[in-house]
């Protein structure tokens, strides 16, 4: 197949998926190769691999289909749209159908072959949510003697679920990831528990320190299915996130368990169903689902570091999820020992409020000025202008998934560079005052290290300027070697006098929880959780070319993960709760190349 510019890119696109759909009807491998770049890439999201997987190159495509053409059946492709051109490359939108399922694609030619190919699921045959035309009526029309109304119906829905029906899923974790998840699985028909140490929906944010925004726009972060208004702030205040969780909770209908602690969990091999023992205000309860979901954040417990002489300490010393706000330190010496997010974020507080505040650097972070990140990072897909020229989030979400993580850097390179530009005097600034800067192993910035690590960088709301002109101090290079009664001794032999010391310090693998909760053999046959192998730092390798156990089958059974940030917990619970209603359907899932644990907590 060639490329003539006098047919147009919707024209192309559309014969390059009529070919590609009778290739895969015909059975024929061979062809439907032909119709790829050497240099190509399809990215799977449940729709044949039952996983979440993207093949790299030709002989990963093949093998995929050697084993899962036959059973997935893909038929009636069809493009959605027009297709679009630019610098040589062509884009276009398709749906199309599997034997089980409905789907929607994104395909990128380069010279009339496939470049990138995006598959991802939408629904379920029969198993559709029951949604638009299809939604149920509420009121039940007639004489009924003895009916129930709605609000009674949901309550003893809600006494029953736990007690005397099991749910189906249990979702460990009530914050933006398992209410998200909950409300799909609603949608569904899958009943679900969710199981919330906080007494709220949205606590885990109201409890967080009291300057606390959302650093992402309100663009990328909206909720399934409601939306945020549109005059919502573009960088939302942790209350009126909290505050709308709740709400979202309540009006999603979710059975949403509250001051529950989930204290132990097992699979009993017997009867195919866990056992997870919680309690749920002061009373024990065993539940007894048959899919069992982490929903815990990005990451596990938090990282605090064992120094000498923290037991003699007589100021205030916790880890930055546990700092409670500036307010009581004003006049008082402050030592934070971090230097990227959180670090950043309680250092301006303190320093509002009145603190005499030191940032402890011990590597070097990434700065992107949010204005600047907002712009040239975010612009083209998460932002009033991106709305105005008709990609909402559904369909930004699936653009920035059409693109394989193995290029993706390469997208982001030339980002960082123009920012590195736009933004030299901050930097200049902020490297004669000391900072050690980065912009990732390879210039490819902060969504990179947040695939890759997690961590490592800043998105500047305003702190990087009082470090750069020295409101903030700062010591760089070191580390604290000691704590005293009333100071800090650092690595390089000086000593900072502290009445408080943050640990702004980062959090261990979301598998870490495993260990406790069910045991260290589970979590260390799951391995690592996050990251995506690239061999850079803090992401060893080997190469795995999606996020590690993250919204799909790990190497134990019936025991998933599921969170990020507010876009990924939107998009990708989609995906954990078609292949969660999948199971519950009794439909076969056989899950293509489930990925090893090459690495433990």
């Known amino acids: 197949m060639t490329t003539d510019t006098l047919i147009s890119p919707t024209e192309q696109a559309t014969r390059w998926l009529d070919d590609f759909g009778r290739a895969l009807a015909r059975g024929d491998i061979d062809a439907t190769l032909a119709l790829f770049d050497p240099d190509c890439y399809w990215r799977d999201l449940v729709a044949f691999t039952w996983n979440i997987r993207t093949q790299e190159g030709p002989a990963a495509i093949r093998a995929m289909l050697q084993t899962r053409l036959a059973d997935t059946k893909p038929s009636n492709f069809a493009i959605e749209g027009e297709a679009t051109e630019a610098d040589g490359i062509i884009d276009a939108w398709f749906t199309f159908e599997t034997g089980v399922a409905r789907g929607r694609g994104h395909l990128r030619l380069k010279g009339g072959k496939a470049w990138t190919l995006l598959t991802t699921m939408t629904e379920l045959k029969g198993h559709e949510e029951k949604k638009g035309e299809h939604r149920i009526k509420g009121a039940e029309h007639g004489v009924h003697p003895g009916r129930k109304s709605w609000a009674e119906q949901r309550e003893d829905e809600a006494k029953s679920l736990g007690y005397t029906e099991q749910p189906y899923v249990v979702i460990v974790g009530g914050g933006q990831g398992g209410i998200m998840l909950g409300a799909r699985l609603r949608r569904l028909g899958v009943t679900a528990i ?31 299915y409601l939306p945020f208004p549109d005059d919502w702030p573009v960088f939302a205040p942790k209350d009126k996130i909290g505050d709308w969780l ?36 002061g009373k024990p309860v065993t539940l007894r689902p048959k899919e069992l979901v982490f929903a815990l954040g990005v990451s596990g417990y938090p990282n605090v570091p064992k120094i000498p002489g923290a037991e003699t300490f007589l100021g205030d010393q916790h880890h930055s999820s546990k700092h409670p706000g500036p307010e009581k330190y004003k006049g008082k010496k402050c030592v934070v020992l971090g230097s990227n997010n959180s670090a950043h974020d309680i250092c301006a507080a303190l320093w509002e409020n009145g603190a005499d505040v030191t940032m402890i650097q011990r590597s070097s972070t990434h700065i992107a000025p949010s204005d600047s990140l907002m712009e040239l990072a975010l612009g083209g897909l998460y932002s009033e202008q991106a709305v105005k020229s008709g990609i909402d989030h559904h369909k930004a979400d699936l653009i920035f998934a059409s693109v394989p993580y193995k290029i993706m850097h390469g997208f982001h390179i030339p980002v960082y560079e123009e920012m590195k530009k736009r933004d030299a005097d901050l930097y200049g600034r902020l490297e004669k005052a000391g900072f050690m800067l980065d912009f990732g192993d390879d210039g490819s910035g902060l969504f990179m290290k947040y695939l890759r690590r997690g961590s490592g960088y800043y998105i500047d709301v305003g702190a990087s300027e009082l470090v750069a002109n020295g409101s903030v101090k700062l010591r760089s290079g070191v580390n604290i070697e000691r704590i005293n009664p009333k100071s800090v001794t650092l690595s390089d032999g000086s000593e900072l006098p502290a009445d408080l010391i943050v640990y702004a310090t980062g959090y261990g693998s979301m598998n870490g929880w495993l260990a406790d909760l069910i045991s260290p053999e589970v979590a260390d046959k799951v391995g690592k959780v996050w990251g995506l192998g690239s061999s850079t730092t803090k992401d060893p390798g080997p190469w795995e070319g999606e996020l590690r156990n993250m919204w799909k089958p790990t190497q134990v059974p019936h025991l998933w993960f599921h969170g990020g940030n507010l876009h990924q917990s939107r998009h990708y619970s989609q995906f954990l709760s078609l292949q969660l209603k999948a199971r519950q359907a009794g439909l076969k899932t056989p899950v293509y190349e489930l990925a090893p644990a090459h690495h433990k907590r």
């Open 194 to 224: 969710i199981v919330e140490k906080n007494a709220r929906p949205g606590d885990s944010w109201r409890n967080r320190y009291k300057s606390l925004c959302l650093h992402d726009p309100v663009w990328y972060d909206h909720l399934p």
């Open 246 to 281: 709740e709400m979202y909770t309540k009006v999603m209908e979710l059975n949403y368990w509250g001051s529950t602690v989930c204290k132990k969990a097992s699979f009993n091999e017997k009867t195919q169903e866990w056992e997870v023992q919680v309690e749920r205000d």
